[in-house]
């Protein structure tokens, strides 16, 4: 089982905003960087967001983290048909021997 | 342009073997680390283990340790893992996937589908 909780599904209208929450412990995102995965169907996930708020190359602006005490979040913005995807949260763990961790997933549907 | 390509993945019975490979281009291999992720069949992702880039440091999830084991070899450019006692919980697409800046995962593979199954 996932040590980091996501709700299972967000949905929003095209053009709209919808945020997804990472919720955790000290032990990983209290004290580790969170990083953001995007999936799309039947593909390989792509990295969407690293050290809490960065955007890899090609990742456009519409996409935003934040990190506060043990929870993160990613806001995606001017919703497009193209953001229907599964998104995990991930990061590193320490709690008893070191291990990463992702979250459950939140499929994002746009209406 | 990084490129990241699984093999090895295939049907096993209960209790069997497998290696798989993933084959890296496009970047100074022995410079990163790399870890392996699984994903079962519609499921969420599971992180399985990481390994440094000298291969000195290794990590395993609980749920493998034990049973598998994480290797690369540097002159090969190629990452590897052998997988023994196989459970039907272990089937899933296993993708490698490379260490990026503060700890995420910035390239992956496609996947290489492992099936426990008699």
């Known amino acids: 089982q996932s040590v980091l909780t996501q709700p299972p599904s967000v949905s929003a209208a095209p053009g709209q905003k919808v945020t997804i929450s990472c919720s955790g412990s000290?032990?990983?995102?209290?004290?580790?960087?969170v990083s953001w995965y995007q999936q799309l169907p039947g593909t390989a996930p792509k990295l969407l967001i690293y050290?809490?708020?960065k955007r890899p190359s090609g990742i456009p602006d519409r996409f935003s983290g934040s990190k506060s005490g043990t929870s993160a979040t990613l806001g995606i913005t001017g919703l497009q048909t193209g953001d229907e995807a599964d998104y995990y949260c991930g990061t590193w763990d320490s709690s008893l021997s070191a291990e990463g961790v992702f979250g459950t997933g939140t499929k994002v549907t746009v209406l | 342009e990084v490129q990241l390509v699984e093999s090895g993945g295939g049907l096993v019975q209960p209790g069997g073997s497998l290696r798989l490979s993933c084959a890296a281009s496009?970047?100074?291999?022995?410079?990163?680390?790399m870890n392996w992720v699984r994903q079962a069949p519609g499921k969420g992702l599971e992180w399985v283990s990481y390994?440094?880039?000298?291969?000195?440091?290794?990590y395993y999830a609980d749920s493998v340790k034990g049973r598998f084991t994480i290797s690369r070899d540097n002159a090969k450019n190629s990452l590897y893992l052998q997988m023994n006692s196989l459970r039907a919980e272990d089937t899933a697409v296993y993708y490698c996937?490379?260490?990026?800046?503060?700890?995420?995962?910035?390239?992956w593979g496609q996947g290489t589908l492992v099936t426990v199954s008699s």
């Open positions: 050290e809490n708020n």
């Open positions: 996937a490379r260490e990026g800046p503060s700890d995420s995962c910035d390239y």
């Open positions: 000290s032990s990983n995102i209290g004290n580790n960087y």
């Open positions: 496009g970047f100074t291999f022995s410079s990163y680390e």
């Open positions: 390994i440094s880039s000298s291969g000195s440091t290794i």
